[in-house]
């Protein structure tokens, strides 16, 4: 498993450095909500920043996943009890779309960090996970919204005892909405 990481993690650090330069985008923080289809989050507060003036980005959610029924990966979860507060944080690098203007892609990675909660011991705990990031991004020009859409494959590296079944995570894909701040 820590093969794939590596091999990941180099191809993103190539595919960063191939396309240096500056950010174009037109806001540099942005706050909002994230949907996502996500094992450890259904809805997020959001917050993205760029660094300086720099191509980078700083995106961090605070999610939850409500206790309810619902399926998941190759579970279904009857009756369920069981309840996910998730932080996620992750680095984005941004390419700027010539033809379509306030348009950029990106790739990037990050982490997420969990706490579930549920009367059966065996689901409730901390979790930890790694995931590679891509999507696209888009500020409307005329008033100050960013939306987004993102891919976040998670990679779960602890979890609690019942979790061990399913440590692979695709897809987990996300829409943002966000306020421009500046």
């Not at 993690?9 to 909002?32: E, P, R, W």
């Not at 980005?57 to 029924?69: C, H, I, Q």
């Not at 590296?157 to 306020?179: C, K, L, M, T, V």
Request: aromatic content about 16%; charged content about 15%; some cysteine.
């Amino acid at each position: 498993m820590k093969k794939p990481l590596i091999i990941l993690s180099l191809v993103m650090i190539c595919i960063s450095s191939a396309f240096a330069q500056t950010n174009q985008s037109a806001y540099h923080t942005a706050v909002g909500i994230r949907l996502g289809t996500g094992y450890y989050d259904l809805i997020s507060l959001s917050l993205k920043t760029f660094l300086s003036d720099g191509p980078g980005a700083l995106e961090f959610n605070l999610g939850v996943k409500p206790a309810t029924d619902y399926r998941t990966g190759c579970c279904v979860l009857d009756n369920s009890d069981v309840t996910t507060m998730s932080f996620s944080a992750s680095y984005q690098y941004h390419v700027h779309i010539d033809a379509v203007p306030g348009l950029q892609w990106f790739v990037g990675g990050g982490f997420t960090l969990t706490n579930t909660f549920s009367n059966n011991d065996g689901y409730a705990g901390v979790g930890l996970g790694l995931f590679p990031t891509g999507g696209g991004d888009y500020k409307f020009a005329k008033i100050p919204l960013e939306v987004s859409i993102d891919i976040r494959p998670t990679f779960r590296i602890a979890s609690p005892q019942y979790y061990n079944y399913e440590n692979f995570y695709f897809p987990d894909f996300g829409f943002s909405a966000r306020y421009t701040i500046y």
